[in-house]
């Protein structure tokens, strides 16, 4: 690591605050406050353009992961038709429709075969997902290798295998939110000009969802602050939560009048 990086914050903790703006009002232009206009006055140095057809591959994937954040990591568990175990994460994943509950991940293909992971659920059709925080991140991290077909990752990583309900691939004792998933759908993507199969998504059905009592608020709901879950950024950098900040989803039968009130008295500005 660069000697001028400081060293992790251990004492960090995470809290919800106020929005940036509090006293923003409909049809308020982001000029109108003095962060707002330092955000636009940046344009004054203009716009770099990408051609996406044109532009060299892994630029292209370089500058999408830095621009695309942050984005969760599914750490996913999955075995192979011979009984190999494997252990990944993706950070091309997110969740798709909570009726039925469906997850989403992406695998992008290399030059000879697919990834292990795309191979063994397409072959197998479970897999578990599991979420990372930022205690074992180090051991989540290490299983990122590229490790040879036939290699599990999980005894270089020294997490711990737990079994799960309905599938046979083991979820991760120390992820304190894990899915037990079934293949829902597997979606071939090839480059639309050379025809090249160049990435597997795989839609997961989740059948069973393991979470620990302590990451729970009074509603029920996973709490950020005690959950402390890892999201990637670009190149290889990793985030954590930090502050969260509440605001409220205005709802058009109550605020209409206020909305419209508002959008009337700045006529065409």
């Known amino acids: 690591m660069a000697a001028d990086i400081p060293p992790f914050n251990s004492s960090f903790a995470y809290q919800n605050t106020l ?28 716009w770099k353009v990408v051609d996406t057809a044109k532009e060299d591959k892994f630029k292209l994937y370089q500058l999408m992961i830095s621009g695309i954040v942050p984005r969760p990591i599914a750490f996913v568990s999955s075995i192979s038709e011979s009984g190999v175990e494997n252990l990944a994460p993706f950070s091309w994943f997110n969740m798709v429709s909570h009726n039925p509950p469906l997850v989403s991940i992406c695998c992008s293909d290399g030059p000879q075969r697919l990834k292990d992971t795309a191979a063994n659920i397409k072959a197998t059709k479970s897999f578990t997902v599991n979420i990372i925080s930022e205690p074992f991140i180090e051991s989540a991290n290490v299983t ?13 990583s020294a997490l711990t295998k737990e079994k799960s309900i309905h ?7 120390e ?17 639309p000009a050379s025809g090249a199969h160049t990435t597997t998504m795989i839609l997961g059905h989740v059948k069973y969802i393991h979470v620990r009592n302590d990451m729970l608020d ?5 709490d950020p602050a005690k959950f402390r879950p890892v999201g ?11 502050d969260g900040f509440r605001l409220t989803r205005p709802a058009w039968a109550k605020e ?14």
């Open 167 to 173: 599938v046979k691939p083991a979820r991760v004792k």
């Open 232 to 242: 990637r950024m670009g190149d290889i950098t990793y985030s954590r939560v930090g």
């Open 144 to 156: 990122s290798v590229d490790a040879p077909e036939g290699v599990s990752e999980w005894p270089i």
């Open 19 to 46: 929005p940036p703006n509090p006293q923003w009002t409909y049809g308020q232009k982001i000029t109108e406050t003095p962060e707002g206009m330092a955000w636009m006055k940046g344009e004054e140095e203009g």
């Open 175 to 191: 992820s304190a939110f894990s899915m037990e998933c079934e293949l829902f759908q597997s979606i071939d993507i090839a480059d």
């Open 256 to 269: 209409q009048e206020t909305i419209e009130k508002a959008i009337e008295g700045r006529g065409d500005e």
């Open 218 to 222: 009074e509603r029920g709901n996973v």
